[in-house]
């Protein structure tokens, strides 16, 4: 909502000076996004008179200007073509920053011609685009003086954030009311008496629907034998420093009255409404073409204004083009009336229909200001147009606004925090517009009919605290409810940070990538139900839940790699979607490494990445959250996305808790991804958590050595190596600490599709040292327990 | 006794000419071996009157020492001088560059999150957690945000399909969580939510996805004066700026009554934003007292409990503390970009370690 300190003048009374009255709007709730203070900006742009204007000596288009800037007489060249000798123009002296391009001007020699200061183009003042030639003055201006006083264009434009619940405001009256409550002024008064008709109203107006709070109240005259033109130069003026277009004194009129009073009104020509009017739900198939030059199909949903053969007009939201006035209007119907403020919402959006109008009736309107809004309407309409008015036909009624709510003075404190004394609440109230009475230690208060937004007593207590000020609240301390505070975060909270940090200290660079993404990519990643798909997605690349976070973390190692940084290692630890409930959101840690294990080295001429880092990761994270390796099952199944050979997955008892393994190179080619990459997916939150967190089991440290024995067994070349060590370390869960695979061996000697894996077992004994004898039937136990179990045998 | 002085001579020379440790030994099994001169001298000791013996045995136990010793000697001189040797074979070049070992890092978001919990916390909040996919009620009618109300049009919401349930959405904020926890929990309440949140607004200020904090108070006597000393300390601690200004400015939010957006101050001189006095402000936050409808949609009585909520965008507060200049960057996860702005993994955020970087 935009208005200029002389518009907020003609309704407020103050002294107070433009600073002093965007600190009171911002201090009083209505936020002032900027001022745009043209007096300002424009100081050093004086009216100045071009004396003479001579060829310049060494260039055709240029001239050699001497310019009467009321103190002195300076040379200027100047390449404009209308520059002449006795015309009046825009001087910008040396120092002067010229609005359009922030450049400071400097004293210049302009192909050997000194320059002084510059005589200025509309553009160059910001004040149009037009480019062509430079300012021409009209009529006898004060030489020397500020040019944009003189021409009145000094006046500061306020640009004022006005929040949803302030409807009252979005007319300049509005926040001038405001103001005058915070004590910077007094709210002149507004005239609004009625204008006498001098006929009846030819139209009669039947309100029907769709319900009963379509349209309670519609006020409507004729003014006859009027002319419309264009408005005079003061409303011109008010309109284009708001940012609206002149067009017609009526048109203008309806603008000027929308955002001076907060009342919208609609003008239609008298001459081409065909019978009475009636207020209805649209029909099915009508349609209306609109004064923005576009036809809207209409539905019963919809609040039209129609006549005998069609819809003329969309109530609260746009007028129609059939009776849309112009220069030949001579007969015109204005109305004002008030419109559901849900039913117009829902038609402008539904329609994609952004008016002034619109915006105002979905915030709600006075209710009580529809009646004077025409009558000041129609005496702008006389003073600027001539004409006849006709009586006022009022269908329906104001309807019933008055609302009363107990006040509890100490309410400023207690929940406010600032004692605010009980007779300044209500003088608050009461300059605010409220009726208040006391009600034995309470007020009771009726907020008034353009307040529709203040709905109890808290909403008073905003009130009284914000024109008070909410700078006098002291501010305490939040009282502890414990001497030292009690773990911020759970158990499950706490372990996902250390996964973070485990995973970016083993190397991974944390990412933090969008929820969603492309569907084609989510369906190479699992899925891509129906139920996860955004409906109004902000691009075609961001239509999905995703279902895993690895492709995203795929595209941006590739986006890296595109950059020439290509043996990328990220993780992100962080939500994908399983349905749209509130149970199906996992919580996972994924990580990918992409391309090479790092550059070539002295040292290190670095690897491929592959499964086994990638499992790695996924260890050292499942680590993190509480599941040691060593209690871990793994088995080689993984998702479709993952390499069928080089994946596996990673279970606790029946508990799957992640997979790791190299992506699959038909996605990666999908996805135009340079491989090799490997990841893994870790479901962090799916690691149990101990059942005890009060200390440990104690410690039992052996006297006895340990003792490491190696063994080599012949097994088949597919047997999985998890089979033959967890083997081996059930033989004695007690005697036995570590059991170390330390060779894997396919080849010559072994026979046809055979392996060798040898093992380190070693043996902690508690009680006593081992004896020969006892390491022996060790040894047999453990040669015969692995054999059973694998199929293999003791190499000899 | 001559004989004795002979064989010391002898002692020196051997000891000196061995020029290596094998040698050394052979000098010594020649000294003190099983038929060393030495030895053989002591086993004649028997033969002798008592007297001339313990005289003699003396002398030979006085060589005997002075010879063990000139061997040990010898014996360290020569292994230093192989040490030596063997340490100028073993010299490298100093100045090659180390094995590579990759630090990662953690993400700015994370670690800002961290240092907000660590401040919140310190006032006794624990962090709660809802779902990103939520429905009407949570996302807007419990918060006082009516179908039709105008503050829900100006919040680009994401749909996703309609069904049997109704339409879900991806939570515009992180105030659904407010509602989950009153609904579940008890007051006294006092819980920040971090967490994502989605917009369908994309430019140069704006992403679709972003991350927002929430935080409640809910109980008996939390009043406007709690909001503004609880929002000014985590400002201050935040950006550890002890004198920063903070401004408390009225406004409006469905789900609060009475409203306060809260800036701090900072300083536009020279074309540089600095946080800090100077004159400018800077919005960064919403808050106010939580509407008694919103209580009451929760199951909690307005007319006894009472408290405040605020909104904090993540972002926003971590590109103004860390100086990063471009919100789309933030998602890019440019490598360059992670390692410059990140933070290393151990650097855990604590009130007690302090919170500047």
Known sequence: MKTTLAWLKTHLETGASLDEIVAALVMSGLDVDAVENRAKDLAPFIVARVVSAEPHPNADKLRVCLVDTGKERVQVVCGAPNARAGMLGVFAPPGATIPESGMVLKQSTIRGVPSNGMLCSPAELGLSADHAGIIELDGDLPVGRPFAAVLGLDDPVLDIKVTPNRGDCLGVRGIARDLAAAGLGRLKPLDATPVAGRFPCSFAVHLAGPDDKACPLFVGRVVRNLRNRPSPRWLQDRLTAIGLRPISALVDITNFVTFDLDRPLHVFDADRISGDLVVRGARPGESLMALNGRSYELDAEMTVIADDREVLSLGGVIGGDSTGCTEATRNVYIEAALF?????????????????????????????????????????????????????????????????YAFRPERTHTLGGLAVPAAESRRILEALGCAVSEDGARLAVEPPSWRGDIEGEADLVEEVLRIHGYDRIQAQPLARETALPKPALTPLQRRRGFVRRTLAARGLVEAVTFSFMPKKLAELFGAAPKSLAIVNPISADLDQMRPSILPNLLMAAQRNADRGFGDGALFELGPQYRDDTPDGQDLVAAGIRLGRTGAKRWDDPGRPVDAFLAKADALAALA????????????????????????????????????????????????????????????????????????????????????????????????????????????????????????????????????????????????????????????????????????????? | MERL?????????????????????????????????????????????????????????????????????????????????????????????????????????????????????????????????????????????????????????????????????????????????????????????????????????????????????????????????????????????????????????????????????????????????????????????????????????????????????????????????????????????????????????????????
Request: with cysteine; hydrophobic share 40%; proline share 7%.
């Open chain 2, 5 to 357: 002085d002979h064989i010391r001579d002898e002692i020196q020379r051997l000891v000196k000419q061995a020029a290596s440790l094998e040698a050394l030994e052979q000098a010594r099994v020649a000294l003190l071996g099983r038929k060393g001169r030495i030895t053989e001298l002591m086993k004649g000791l028997g033969a002798l009157a008592p007297e001339a013996r313990r005289e003699l045995g003396a002398a030979l136990n006085r060589l005997k020492g002075e010879a063990e010793e000139a061997i040990a000697h010898a014996a360290r001189r020569l292994e230093d001088e192989a040490l030596r040797a063997r340490l100028r074979e073993e010299r490298v070049d100093v100045t090659l560059p180390v094995r590579a070992e990759s630090e990662g890092r953690v993400h700015p978001l994370s670690q800002t999150i961290d240092e907000i919990v660590a401040i919140f916390g310190e006032m006794g909040f624990s962090v709660a957690e809802g779902p990103d996919i939520e429905d009407d009620f949570h996302n807007f009618t419990a918060l006082n945000i009516p179908p039709e109300h105008p503050a829900r049009q100006e919040q680009d919401t994401f749909y996703l399909p309609e069904h049997r349930d109704g339409r879900k959405v991806l939570r515009t904020h992180t105030s659904p969580v407010q509602i989950r926890t009153m609904q579940k929990v008890k007051p006294p309440i006092r819980i920040i939510v971090p967490g994502r949140t989605f917009r369908s607004d994309h430019d140069a200020t704006h992403s679709p996805m972003f991350h927002q904090v929430e935080g409640l108070v809910i109980d008996k006597t939390t009043h406007m004066g709690h909001l503004k000393g609880c929002l000014v300390e985590f400002c201050r601690a935040f950006f550890d700026i002890d004198d920063l200004p903070v401004r408390f400015r009225p406004s409006y939010f469905p789900f609060t009554e009475p409203s306060a957006e809260v800036d701090i101050g900072c300083s536009r001189e020279g074309g540089g934003l600095r946080i800090g006095a100077g004159g400018s402000w800077l919005e960064i936050l919403g808050s106010g007292m939580v509407h008694p409808k919103v209580l009451a949609n929760c199951g909690i009585d307005p007319s006894e409990y009472q408290g405040f909520a605020f909104g904090m965008g993540i972002e926003r507060v971590a590109m103004l503390k860390y100086g990063i200049p471009d919100l789309r960057a933030i998602y890019d996860n440019d490598l360059r970009w992670l390692r410059h702005y990140g933070f290393l993994p151990l650097d855990l955020p604590s009130m007690v370690g302090g919170l500047a970087r």
């Open chain 1, 340 to 404: 559901d403020p849900v039913r117009t919402a829902a038609t402008g959006r539904r329609l994609q229909i952004q008016s002034d109008a619109r915006y105002r009736f979905e915030r709600g309107l006075d209710p009580e200001f529809v009646r004077p809004g025409i009558e000041i309407a129609t005496r702008l309409v006389l003073e600027l147009c001539g004409g006849e008015p006709s009586a006022v036909a009022v269908s329906g009624a104001v309807p019933d606004w008055r609302r009363r």
């Open chain 1, 624 to 796: 993190a959250a509480g599941a040691a390796a060593e209690s871990l099952q793994v088995s080689a199944e993984a998702p479709e996305w993952y390499h069928p050979g080089r994946a596996g997955a990673l279970r606790l008892g029946p508990k799957l808790l992640g997979y790791f393994g190299e992506i699959h190179p038909g996605v990666l080619r999908e996805m135009d991804v340079d491989g090799p990459a490997a990841g893994f997916e870790i479901f962090v939150d799916q690691v149990p958590l101990p059942k005890s967190r009060r200390g440990r089991a104690p410690l039992k440290l052996s006297p006895f050595q340990p003792v490491e024995r190696d063994f080599a067994f012949t097994v088949d070349a597919g047997l999985p190596a998890e089979t033959l060590l967890r083997a081996a370390r059930g033989v004695d869960k007690k005697l036995i600490a570590e059991v170390r695979l330390f060779d894997v061996y396919e080849g010559a000697g072994l026979g046809e599709g055979k392996k060798s894996l040898a093992i380190t077992v070693v043996l902690q004994p508690e009680d006593a040292t081992l004896t020969d004898a006892a390491l022996e039937a060790f040894s047999q136990k453990l040669v015969a327990a692995v054999e059973k179990a694998t199929g293999g045998t003791l190499r000899g």
